[in-house]
């Protein structure tokens, strides 16, 4: 008995500390594209949607949010895992208000990239867009908290940007336009510029904290392997070396920012490595397959192309790294997120 008691004093005692240590990070506010959109999308006239059966069939209450995924994204792991909330709010949902939102809110549009071309190619919010909603929602916790409460609050927050796939993979290599004008060293350079003067403006407002997305190993997804199918099907390594290269940019502007600007702590939440894992060694992290997505066929299905009624859908996403033909599973996401506490967000997590 006293034994026990003991443990329950001990066991309190740390939960209160873990309390205190997660209450360094008040808000978790999230600028990006379908690699983190909660339901943005939904409420803008654009082809890119999934709000729709069977997306959402493992999150709660088998209800799709226009979340790219069968659950939950990356970002929904990553307020969990800092003790604020199960799921991240879109902005742009009429269903949220500010008692939800003063935790932290999410301005990402499936579709979206850096340049200002690639959100124009399917007319989602640009990345410029969703800063001007973040200064809107700047006002609005001003007012739910009063000035000094949400400066606070702004100032400990979690900054998550998580972008950059689809400005190769839906502007440079598939329409014409940034290809004539740029070399892809070109091209990823001036991505970084801008991906550089958003975390400048970001800090600009008052940001501090913030976490920078690499690339995953884009050439490995399902949609990919399929345009490869002629040649194996195997992953397109171009695209994975483009991926690897403007991660290792994207390092570097870390580095140098940090050393620019001062009180900022920047990290690069990098998921290339973790997710080249899982693609090569599916059965040692439990899943089954880590070529066809689990969506219809697994070659091309997304968006309004993942069909309820497709025969061919599998029934346990958990078995599959890719939902649809160009996202991850819930369980991937899961995996994704863990990795990244791990090895760059932890230092938000300690006073
Ligand atoms: C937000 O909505 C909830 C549930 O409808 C309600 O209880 C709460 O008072 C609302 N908060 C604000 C700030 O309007
Ligand atoms: C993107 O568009 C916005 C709004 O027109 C503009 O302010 C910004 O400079 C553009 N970004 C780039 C890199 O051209
Ligand atoms: C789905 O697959 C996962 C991973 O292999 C497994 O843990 C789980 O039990 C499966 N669920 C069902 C309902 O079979």
Redesign the pocket.
Known sequence: MAHKAICGVVLANLLLQLQIVFAKVPAVIVFGDSSVDTGNNNQIATVVKSNFKPYGRDYYGGQPTGRFSNGRVYTDFIAEAFGIKLTMPAYLDPAH????MATGVCFASAGTGYDNATSDVLSVIPLWKQLEYYKKYQEELND?LGQEKAETVLREALYIISLGTNDFLENYYAVPGRSSEYSVEEYQNFLAGIAGGFIKALYGLGARKVSLGGLPPMGCLPLERTRNLLFGGGCIEEYNNVAEEFNVELQGLVSKLNNQISGIQLVLSDPYDILLDIIQNPESFGFTNAKESCCGSGYFEMGYLCDKNNPFTCPNASKYVFWDSFHPTERTNGIVADHVMRTSLAGFLVP
């Open positions: 208000n500010m008692t939800d739910y």
